[in-house]
């Protein structure tokens, strides 16, 4: 029988991908030079294929070497999640659970649901990243996240997603704008090319430009926020007009007296916020239990 590669030697390789160098790596991995690179030819022996190119200079993944890393990180969130389900049986919303979220609902939401969620499990240690949604999905498929709070649309690959609620987008200006005289309104087209948005990668860029009915990946010719608070700066400048999500404005971020927020023509464009976890988590119950309380910490800033 051909011998299994083991976890260890899986992990080397993943790591020595990510780093491609053999001195960081080993630091990564808390093992000596040595040591990482003798189980990378253990691994490589009982692959039989080579799966990194070394010399003197530089270290670069063989084309299989890249593919068999990316089936390693799989396994390695497979086996974790193996792990936190022997845990959840007996010790359920308790030790360390990781979670991302984006930044576009981060500063708002989060205010409402940590206290929450330490008044319902004080067991439970929460370790936050806050990213945009590409990497945050990235982190949770390589199993270095166990949810990630995004909104949607977006695309989630196989991931099982847990929809919540939606937020409602509103446009926002000045209120001396001559176009936001009326109550509400439709996008017109005079108005979407005044659109100020975040700069690419912000999933709520996507949402805009999909509300406005232009392609999700048009060019800028002009300037881009880097957050919402950002935008709606450069939207109390005069420099344009913005949609902005509901639980933003209801948590006072657009609370200026020169600010006017006018709400959409129904159905009005909205954006839907959801968690998403890998198909083979073991903390299901975790994730419904989560979901509640984000649920009912939405009340707040909806």
Not at 155 to 183: M, S
């Amino acid at each position: 029988m051909t011998p299994l590669p083991s976890l260890k030697q899986l992990h080397y390789l993943v790591v020595l991908s990510e780093q491609l160098n053999f001195t960081r790596a080993a630091e990564s991995c808390f093992v000596t030079q040595s040591t990482l690179s003798a189980g990378l030819k253990e691994l490589e022996g009982a692959l039989g294929t080579q799966l990194v190119e070394r010399d003197r200079q530089s270290v670069l993944m063989t084309p299989i070497g890249l593919e068999i890393a990316q089936r390693a990180r799989a396994i390695l969130a497979a086996t974790q999640d193996m792990v936190e389900l022997a845990s959840a049986t007996t010790h359920p919303m308790s030790g360390q659970l990781r979670l991302g979220i984006i930044p576009t609902i981060a500063p708002f939401l989060l205010p409402y649901a940590l206290p929450l969620l330490r008044e319902h499990y004080p067991d439970l240690r929460l370790a936050l990243r806050e990213d945009l949604t590409a990497s945050l999905l990235l982190r949770l498929e390589d199993g270095q996240l166990d949810f990630a709070l995004i909104a949607l649309p977006y695309e989630t690959g196989n991931l099982l997603v847990e929809t919540l609620f939606d937020d409602e987008l509103w446009i926002v200006g000045r209120k001396d704008d001559p176009q936001l005289q009326a109550k509400s309104f439709a996008l017109t087209p005079a108005l979407t090319d005044r659109l100020l948005l975040l700069e690419e990668g912000h999933c709520l860029r996507d949402h805009a430009l999909y509300a406005c009915g232009k392609p999700i990946h048009r060019a800028s010719g002009g300037i881009e926020a880097t957050s919402l608070l950002t935008l709606v700066q450069m939207i109390e400048s005069g420099l344009g007009l913005g949609l902005v999500p509901g639980m933003a404005i209801n948590s006072g971020l657009t609370d200026s007296p020169s600010l006017a927020v006018r709400a959409m023509s129904k159905p009005g464009p909205i954006r839907t916020i959801a968690i998403v976890a890998r198909r083979s988590t073991s903390r299901l119950a975790e994730l419904k239990a989560l979901a509640q309380v984000i649920r009912q910490a939405s009340t707040r800033v909806r």
